[in-house]
Structures are given as C-alpha cells and as structure tokens.
C-alpha cells in the first residue's frame, strides 16, 4: 500500500513503474482486458482514482506504456541472441528464441492481440506518434541484425520478417484462446482436432515463413 507521495522525478519515475506494476497483476487475474478498471488499479495501491491520471491519460495509455516495457524486454533478449551469432544463422534456433522470450512475457501475447483493436484507440496524437517511433526504430534496428544472420536475405527483410511475424502471433494467439462454449465442445472426443496449442502453432507459422522467403530469395 502506497501512502507516501511522489514529487521529485525519481519518485515520479518510481510510482509510475508502481502502478503498471499494479495493472499488470490485475491483467493477468482477469479473464479480459475490459475487467480491468482505473479504479481498481488505483484501489491495488491505495492511490485515489485521479492520482492515476496524474500518470496516465487513459487505461489505454497505462496498457500501452505496459505494452511498451515488455516490447523492449523481448527485443533485448532477441537482440543479444542476433548479435552474438557469427555464423549462418538457424532457423530452429532463431524460432526456439522467439518462443522462450514470448514464454517468458506472456502479458505481451495479451496485449499484442489487443494492441490495434483497443490500446491503440483511446491515446492522443502525442502518444500514438511517440508509441509508433519507438516501434519503427526497434524494427529497423532488429531487422538489420536479422539480415546478418540469415545471409540469404535481402536488404529490408529483416524487419519484413519481423512485421509478419507479428501478425502471425495476433492471428495464433485469437486461434487457440477458445471460448468456454469453444472449450466445452473441444472436451468432446470427435472435436479434439480444434483443440490448439498457441506455442506449437506459432511455431509452425515462423517455420513455414522462413522457409517460404528463403525458397523466394
């Protein structure tokens, strides 16, 4: 419980972290995003409702700024593994690192497949503009190292990579979270083929991805 309040730039800073800290608990003890309100996340902490908004605009700017965090977290990790690769690169490798640091951020599955249909609706200009920056630095400076480490790909391929991968892990994660009518017809015997293990699938998606820009270059 926070009683203590922030005013110089490092207990700003502090409280900030504090409170989507606080969202992404409540994200992942909900079954949707909707569930989640401002006030809870202010409830968690023993903050008043507008302290939030001292912070954050809207619940979408808190869960864009969460999104934010674990986006970098991935990339770290995916960056140092790129970068430390001297030779031809492996596809089984390269797929077997994409899927430990997804495991390893499972609360960016969540938000990513709700990054453009909710998140990205309720910010400012501002926001958006800064949010989209980020990205394409990241993308740009990513996909560089994969065109290193897959030497068969041309200049510009490594982010195209690295965008349709993204949208291979919104259509595989919708894919395999069922409903619970979904769920209650997958325990019947003959519907065991619609049962569908995000991980496996994602998987064979990269896979067959690669395979198909390689066969093109």
Do not use: W
């Not at 640091?101 to 958006?128: R, W, Y």
């Not at 015997?189 to 998606?205: G, I, N, R």
């Amino acid at each position: 419980m926070i009683k203590k309040r922030a005013i110089n730039p490092d207990q700003k800073e502090q409280r900030r972290q504090q409170i989507l800290e606080a969202a992404k608990r409540l994200f992942h003890q909900s079954p949707d995003y909707h569930d989640v309100l401002m006030k809870d996340i202010a409830a968690s902490l023993g903050l008043t409702k507008s302290t939030l908004y001292l912070y954050f605009k809207t619940k979408e700017e808190v869960f864009l700024a969460l999104y934010v965090d674990e986006f970098r977290a991935i990339f770290l990790k995916l960056d140092q593994y790129l970068a430390n690769q001297a030779s031809q690169g492996s596809t089984t490798l390269f797929i077997e690192q994409v899927i430990q640091c997804m495991q390893q951020h499972e609360s960016f599955l969540k938000l990513n497949s709700i990054l453009h249909t909710v998140l990205e609706k309720n910010i400012d200009l501002t926001t958006a503009l800064a949010f989209k920056q980020l990205l394409q630095k990241q993308l740009l400076f990513s996909g560089a190292l994969l065109e290193h480490y897959f030497k068969h790909f041309k200049e510009g391929q490594g982010t195209e990579l690295l965008l349709i991968i993204h949208q291979l892990q919104i259509g595989c994660f919708h894919a395999c979270s069922a409903s619970s009518v979904s769920k209650l017809l997958q325990s019947q015997p003959e519907m065991q083929f619609m049962v569908l293990d995000f991980y496996t699938e994602f998987s064979k998606s990269i896979r067959l991805l690669l395979k198909g820009m390689e066969e093109n270059n």
